[in-house]
């Protein structure tokens, strides 16, 4: 997206730039960036909601970006002749910014992790921090094998994990709007054809029909507040996934906690076995993966870094602060007398997610049954319940 921003440079001169930025925020990343002091910032273009879409799907794709470096270094061209092939082939102007700012760097004589850590809105410190220590060993393509494969596991876990989610919530939803056109249009009609038979009622059935003649006589009310409730839902929706709730959410369903805080170690683990076996030391790798856990089991993670910092190790700083399980304590004692730490909590975190995938396999297998069945109980008993007055009409006249 275009910028148009007035800022101060460092001889106190007035200027006015264009930028081409991902967002406001990476607009002012830009301006810092080249030592511009920002008075004001305002897009060119108005937002609209066909542009928000629209730069949603134009997002940096940071693992198709690592395949196709890795690719072309590994071909044999350096860093600079591969960004400029990606730049050349790079399908939106907002990609091509990006590419264009890191070769810039790269020319200026920077690193390629300085030239990222400058754009740390795209590239986040977990990659720039894989790629500063293959600077070091001089193997960047192993390095970016190696995030790839990180990434690739974790997008096949959060796979595994919306799949077994999206046949209950279709369920829910379906099932939710049947009860709710059951009881908001069914039912008060039916109240209206009952009220002058002059019958008595069966008590569940009256209770019923009051409720959809108190529905009838107030529709347009019953429908601002129902459209209030799934609009506030839906944004308290949003506000939990951006959040990091819905953690909390799952940790609800029947024996999910135990297994949700074995994976969130999993993530740990997974993470921390890849830094290490990149380079990077120990202490940096746990300060990296904070961000992989939640608040509360980052100042665990903090609290064990500082152990690690003055000398205990790794297994005995997670026992301490509950960061470990029996299995993991184990492997990790193991990998500290083989000196393959990073192997060993890469093999940890495998246990845990092939543990956790046939955890949810068989969940799923219970719930949606179990799901189903609420549901057809709720719409049956309306249904029933509506349908007992002809019922005991029925056998009167018999």
Do not use: C
């Amino acid at each position: 997206m275009q910028f148009e921003a007035r800022a101060m440079d460092s001889q106190q001169q007035l200027l006015t730039v264009s930028l081409d930025a991902l967002h406001a925020a990476d607009a002012r990343a830009q301006l810092s960036s080249q030592q511009l002091t920002l008075l004001s910032l305002k897009p060119v273009s108005s937002w609209t909601i066909w542009s928000r879409g629209r730069a949603a799907r134009q997002s940096f794709d940071l693992i198709l970006f690592a395949q196709e470096l890795h690719s072309l270094i590994a071909a044999g061209l350096s860093v600079v002749e591969a960004l400029e092939a990606l730049n050349e082939r790079a399908a939106h102007q907002t990609h091509r910014a990006i590419l264009a700012r890191l070769i810039v760097h790269l020319r200026e004589g920077q690193r390629l992790s300085g030239a990222l850590a400058q754009q740390n809105l795209t590239f986040p410190p977990l990659f720039v921090g894989i790629v500063l220590a293959a600077e070091g060993t001089s193997d960047l393509p192993r390095a970016l094998e190696r995030y790839i494969s990180y990434e690739t596991r974790l997008q096949g876990l959060r796979h595994k994990i919306t799949s077994a989610a999206i046949y209950p919530a279709i369920l829910m939803g379906v099932g939710g709007a049947v009860a709710l056109f059951l009881l908001g249009y069914v039912v008060p009609q039916f109240a209206g054809v009952y009220s002058g038979s002059g019958r008595p009622l069966p008590w569940a059935s009256q209770l019923l029909l009051d409720w959809g003649q108190l529905a009838g006589d107030h529709a347009m009310g019953f429908g601002m507040v129902l459209l209030a409730v799934l609009i506030g839902g839906f944004g308290l929706f949003r506000r939990v996934v951006k959040t990091g709730g819905w953690w909390e959410l799952l940790s609800w369903l029947p024996g999910a906690k135990p297994r949700l805080q074995a994976l969130e170690l999993s993530r740990l683990y997974l993470t921390l076995g890849m830094l290490l076996e990149g380079g990077i030391p120990i202490a940096r790798a746990m300060q990296l993966v904070e961000s992989m856990v939640s608040p509360k089991r980052a100042s665990s993670l903090q609290s064990a870094q500082m152990m690690v910092s003055q000398g205990a190790s790794l297994s005995s700083a997670l026992e301490q602060h509950a960061l470990s399980t029996p299995i993991s304590l184990r492997l990790l004692r193991v990998g500290e007398q083989t000196g393959q730490l990073g192997q060993m909590l890469s093999r940890t975190a495998a246990f845990y997610d092939n543990e956790t995938s046939r955890w949810i396999e068989r969940f799923t297998k219970m719930f949606e049954p179990f799901l189903m069945a609420i549901i057809g109980v709720v719409i049956g008993l309306i249904v029933i319940l509506l349908y007992m007055p002809i019922f005991d009409l029925a056998g009167s006249l018999q």
